[in-house]
């Protein structure tokens, strides 16, 4: 029993930091996160950037060509908001922004 534990948290605790490490290294996201970013994209942001970002990009921003390197700027509009779009600080959680800027920031897995 207390092997069985101990052999279960070492297994954890190795698998973590290689998940991340190699996202941290390719700079690709998770297919569960741009899966989970694109139904929060669908509920919170299609109706004015559209169906997969799909629009016109005259007056919305075309978000297929938001910088990939800028999540800093992503996180930051999304939570203050910018012009037309409204703040989303007090709509969505920390998680839900982080698995949005999957989806954004890997054209929706385009380009992963
Ligand atoms: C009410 C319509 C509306 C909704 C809903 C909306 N946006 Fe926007 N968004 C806009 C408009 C308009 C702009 C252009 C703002 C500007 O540059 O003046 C914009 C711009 C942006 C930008 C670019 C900001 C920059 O740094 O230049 C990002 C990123 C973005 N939206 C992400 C999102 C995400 C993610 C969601 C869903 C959580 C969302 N938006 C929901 C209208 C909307």
Redesign the pocket.
Same mark, same amino acid.
Request: glycine fraction near 4%; hydrophobic fraction near 40%; charge should be positive.
């Given at each position: 029993m207390t092997l069985s534990l101990h052999v279960r948290s070492a297994l954890l605790l190795l698998a973590l930091p290689v998940a991340s490490l190699a996202q941290a290294a390719s700079g690709r996201f998770e297919t569960a996160q741009i899966d989970a970013g694109r139904e929060q994209?669908n509920r919170?942001?299609a !109706?004015?950037?559209g169906r997969n970002m799909v629009n016109a990009g005259t007056?919305?921003?075309d /978000?297929r060509k938001?910088p990939v390197d800028q999540p800093d700027?992503?996180h !930051?509009?999304?939570a203050n908001g910018?012009?037309?779009?409204?703040s989303?600080k007090e709509a /969505?959680t920390p998680e839900q922004v982080a698995v949005?800027w999957a989806f954004?920031g890997s054209r929706g897995g385009k380009e992963n």
């Open positions: 994209y919170t942001c !109706q004015c950037h007056t919305v921003y /978000l938001f700027r992503f !930051q509009s999304v910018k012009g037309n779009m409204p989303f /969505l949005l954004v």
